[in-house]
């Protein structure tokens, strides 16, 4: 299944700058899939444009790690060249993010693989204790003349994380478009929002970065449902909506339940009315499992293991908590042949959802919605994909009001 969309031409993405590099390299993209560590690999950017992605980035790449070691086959554990499918045809548009503290290795990388992309971004918005002994990302947020150099050598996109006040994050956001970003994307949260203290984004300082700068601005946080996205770009005013966690737990997050859809093949059909749910379209999970593991193995690329294992937990998560023999023989899973095992588990987790979704099959996914008892929230059947919560700090029961995520606090993976 897919949403269809045409690769944009194919312009150099030094030649142009601003709204021009917006529109005319990327398409004007407004459904955008975040770099994720061990998560935006090849594979699953190819799942997630079949879903109606539009803009999809790279896990983040370490620029000293990559360019002091120039051989292919160093570099190719990191982006790989050498079988021409990451950023081929099929891997466009596409922004590869690097984390770097030095503007000659942040330069050498670029000039590496501008050629397999259409833009380089620098993490400014990594608050993961790694980032922290490297010197790099939300941790260079206090170095603002480095950062200013880094962005002089190198026309690249930014990702940050805004500020406790609204004046040092439009002030920051200034700097960084004066010193030659061409996109900037503001992530709502502070850099002391992370694991259990993740809370909720602050579009206000969003909006407040929106009115300030010139350049495009997508928008980072609380995107969890389909409704959550207009939304966002409502109270935000933002030109796209990033998703990072929400759509790994709901690839299919990006398409709306009005929309038509394809499979791989490409014939395509109506949205079944069994797979929505108010405005966004809900797909089996272990049919987005299959989907996933059969783009794994038709990729010369390599997928790593543990790329792969997690994001089969996070897709099924909803119905391992009931299966849990599925559950242990997911988690032994390793070694040779491991795809193969895994397709036998997610087959035998198909035929027990479908059993489950049969016997619920006089009612609508609307009716089959229950209420999460902590948080008041609706939770969609648990045999389709759907985001994960975890409740507030002193969190209380909330009246049931919607579906947005507005009320909840996602569960945040190493996410930079």
């Known amino acids: 299944m897919s949403v269809a969309d045409p690769v944009p031409k194919q ?13 005319d390299v990327l398409g004007s993209p407004k459904y955008v899939v975040a770099p994720m560590v061990d998560q935006s690999e090849l594979a699953w950017r190819i799942l997630s444009r079949r879903y109606g992605a539009q803009l999809v980035y790279t896990p983040m790449i370490n620029a000293k790690i990559f360019s002091l070691n120039s051989s292919p086959k160093h570099r190719d554990k990191f982006f790989d060249t050498t079988h021409t499918e990451e950023g081929g045809p099929s891997d466009r548009p596409l922004i590869v993010q690097f984390c770097a503290n030095d503007p000659d290795q942040l330069l050498a990388s670029a000039q590496a693989i501008q050629d397999h992309c259409d833009a380089v971004d620098l993490n400014l918005g990594c608050p993961q204790e790694i980032a922290r002994s490297g010197h790099y990302g939300s941790f260079l947020q206090d170095e603002w003349d480095l950062i200013y150099k880094l962005g002089l050598r190198v026309p690249v996109t930014a990702k940050f994380r805004v500020f406790p006040t609204v004046q040092k994050t439009v002030s920051y956001a200034r700097m960084l478009e004066s010193a030659g970003a061409q996109i900037l994307t503001c992530h709502g949260r502070i850099r002391e929002q992370r694991g259990h203290n993740t809370g909720l984004a602050d579009w206000s300082k969003i909006r407040a970065v929106k009115e300030a700068v010139s350049v495009p601005v997508f928008a980072n946080g609380n995107i969890s449902y389909w409704e959550d996205v207009q939304r966002c770009l409502d109270e935000t005013g933002a030109d796209a909506v990033m998703s990072a966690e929400g759509q790994l737990y709901n690839p299919a997050l990006f398409a709306p339940a009005a929309s038509t859809v394809a499979d791989a093949s490409g014939i395509t059909t109506s949205t ?61 899973i390793s070694g040779p042949g491991a795809i ?43 045999w389709l994909a759907q985001p994960y919560f975890r409740p507030l700090s002193h969190s209380h029961p909330r009246s049931a009001t919607s579906m947005t995520s507005a009320t909840i606090e996602a569960v945040a993976p190493a996410i930079c």
Request: proline letters at 3%.
């Open 340 to 382: 193969d095992q895994y397709i036998e588990v997610i087959e035998e987790m198909k035929r027990r959802m479908e059993r489950d979704a049969m016997e619920a099959t006089a009612k609508s996914t609307d009716e089959l919605a229950t209420i999460e008892p902590t948080m008041g929230l609706k939770v969609i059947p648990h």
């Open 11 to 23: 312009v150099h993405f030094r030649e142009l700058s601003g709204y021009d590099f917006y529109r």
């Open 272 to 332: 079944l009315t069994k797979r929505t749910y108010g405005e966004g379209i809900y797909v089996p999970h272990a049919e987005l499992a299959l989907e996933y593991l059969g783009i794994v193995k038709s990729l010369k690329t390599k997928t790593a293991l543990s790329a792969v294992k997690g994001h089969l937990f996070k897709l099924m998560r909803p119905a391992l908590s009931r299966e849990r023999d599925l559950r242990e023989r997911l988690s032994k």
